[in-house]
């Protein structure tokens, strides 16, 4: 009777924990294709903020790194910050060895281009 009650308290947990997780990665892919929306429009800072808020979700969310790093150079542009341009260096040089062939590639290019 123990066992059984410990596999259906363990099932439980693990549901709950899948749950959050998809809901965790349901609100990082919202916030990154509200940044999306917004760095077509070219409103950069709101991007920005979305992929900020992205990775206060998930950390380690790559996409949103880059997507961030790339909305920083566009504001650069406009406002001319250095500040800006040094963050998404940064990050760039950060994702350049990612594991996501794609994502090193266009870090590799940005970087050359910086």
């Known amino acids: 009777m123990k066992k059984n009650i410990f596999i259906i308290a363990l099932i439980i947990g693990l549901a709950l924990n899948l749950y959050s997780s998809n809901n965790e990665s349901r609100k ?19 991007a920005i903020e979305n992929y900020k808020n992205a990775l206060k979700v998930c950390p380690l969310s790559q996409v949103a790194e880059f997507n961030l790093a790339s909305a920083l150079v566009k504001q650069n542009t406009i406002k001319q910050d250095s500040t800006m341009l040094a963050d998404a260096e940064k990050i760039f040089v950060g994702l350049k060895n990612s594991n996501s062939k794609s994502i090193s590639q266009k870090s590799k290019f940005n970087l050359g281009n910086i």
Request: hydrophobic share 20%; proline share 0%.
């Open 28 to 46: 990082e892919r919202n916030f990154i294709s509200a940044g999306n929306d917004e760095y077509n429009n070219e409103n950069y800072l709101s």
